[in-house]
């Protein structure tokens, strides 16, 4: 299993150009995530879905879509890119979202996506 | 709303010393509690987390968190660092039944000094 993949690993936007973010998971699992990894802010949830066809906002979601078409695909897209969305972005899943037992279950993390927009 | 606080963004101690990380959260209902390494140019990992079992949770690497309700503290420690500890730690809090939303404290970069 290659686990959470992310792609690409670095990428330098100009403001106002679009790109999208690419997360896939090979775990089968139903929930995915995106979060925004801040100096000093730690990391904040942008969207998440908890199956496919599924998506919610969370903390900090101006500024990104995401779309859930299949359960192993959950791409962040930037429609219009923006100095203050500079960051590291991370991807990350878990088995079962609607488990109220969460002994066994913890978040897969992908190894992050830094972007720079000037 | 859950929110988590972690005291001091910075630790430094000593080989061999005592790690003691400090969170504390807010949450309206019961949670769930994790903490999270993350080792540079890389993603986190689960160190540990409790979910509403033993009030004392053991860990990977040696770390090990109590959870203590009436101080709302989930503070992380490890009695002897290991220069392979250094990495910067994450606490992060979740509602029972939305286990999979985690919020996450600003985290905390541990030092190891030789």
């Known amino acids: 299993n290659a686990g959470v993949t992310q792609t690409p690993k670095f990428q330098v936007l100009k403001t106002g150009q679009s790109m999208t973010l690419q997360c896939a998971q090979d775990m089968n699992h139903e929930y995915m995530s995106w979060y925004r990894q801040d100096p000093g802010m730690g990391l904040r949830l942008i969207h998440y879905?908890?199956?496919?066809?599924?998506?919610d906002q969370g903390e900090v979601p101006n500024g990104y879509n995401v779309s859930r078409s299949t359960t192993e695909d959950f791409p962040l897209r930037l429609l219009s890119a923006a100095p203050s969305q500079t960051s590291v972005y991370f991807c990350a899943s878990s088995q079962d979202s609607r488990k109220r037992d969460a002994t066994n279950e913890k978040l897969f993390f992908g190894s992050g996506t830094q972007l720079s927009v000037l | 709303a859950q929110s988590v606080t972690q005291l001091g963004s910075h630790v430094s101690v000593s080989e061999g010393a005592l790690v003691l990380l400090r969170c504390n959260y807010s949450?309206?209902?019961?949670?769930?509690l994790f903490w999270y390494v993350q080792y540079p140019n890389q993603g986190l990992q689960l160190l540990l987390k409790y979910t509403s079992a033993a009030t004392l949770v053991k860990g990977i690497n040696g770390f090990e968190a109590e959870f203590k309700k009436s101080e709302t503290s989930f503070h992380l420690t490890k009695p002897s660092a290991h220069m392979s500890d250094a990495a910067e730690y994450f606490c992060a809090v979740s509602e029972m039944d939305s286990s999979y939303k985690l919020i996450f404290g600003s985290g905390t970069r541990l030092l190891v000094r030789p």
């Open positions: 879905s908890v199956g496919a066809g599924i998506t």
């Open positions: 949450s309206s209902v019961p949670p769930y």
